[in-house]
């Protein structure tokens, strides 16, 4: 961002525009290839977001958003929302831990099948990792970020 002192940079003024869809379309396709080789400019952008964002919130809050906040500050709701994911959580990992268990120990099956489900298993979690990766670079460039719901 610029500081009041210095007049804003072309690239500062076109990240502006961007932001407020005000380039044409030739433009903006040529903009967002430009975000792409240059992460800077990519950060600039997501930073006009975010003060975009934060100033659509300084409206004040509709009705639904202040009975969900409510809602959401209640013990009951909080405890049983944490109640009900670790339920799903032992539900679901419990027999699906069990079951790997089981077919490794099994001697029924052979080395294949074995290996057939550790692979399987290994890409699952590399799937996972991946995507928990590109969520973790990304999160610099996510301008809700700085939003509160």
């Known amino acids: ?29 040529e903009f967002v290839g430009r975000m792409a080789r240059e992460p800077a400019l ?27 906040a409510r809602i959401e500050s209640e013990l009951v709701h909080r405890g049983g929302t944490w109640l009900g994911f670790a339920l799903l959580l032992v ?11 089981g077919i490794a120990r099994s001697d029924e099956l052979g080395l294949a099948a074995k290996l ?17 990766r590109a969520r973790l670079r990304t999160l610099p460039f996510d301008p809700y970020t700085k939003i509160q719901r």
Do not use: C, K, N
């Not at 961002?1 to 005000?22: C, F, I, K, Q």
């Not at 419990?94 to 079951?99: K, M, N, Q, S, T």
């Open 42 to 68: 990519a950060r600039e952008v997501a930073e006009l977001q975010g003060l975009e964002l934060i100033a659509r919130r300084m409206a004040p809050p509709e009705p639904a958003d202040t009975e969900w």
């Open 116 to 132: 057939l489900l550790a692979s399987g298993l290994a890409g699952i979690a590399l799937l996972f990792l991946l995507v928990l």
């Open 1 to 29: 961002m610029h500081s009041e002192e210095t007049p804003p940079t072309r690239d500062e003024l076109l990240a502006m525009a961007y932001v407020d869809g005000e380039l044409e379309e030739s433009a903006r396709v």
């Open 91 to 101: 539900g679901v990992l419990g027999p699906l831990i069990w079951g790997v268990v």
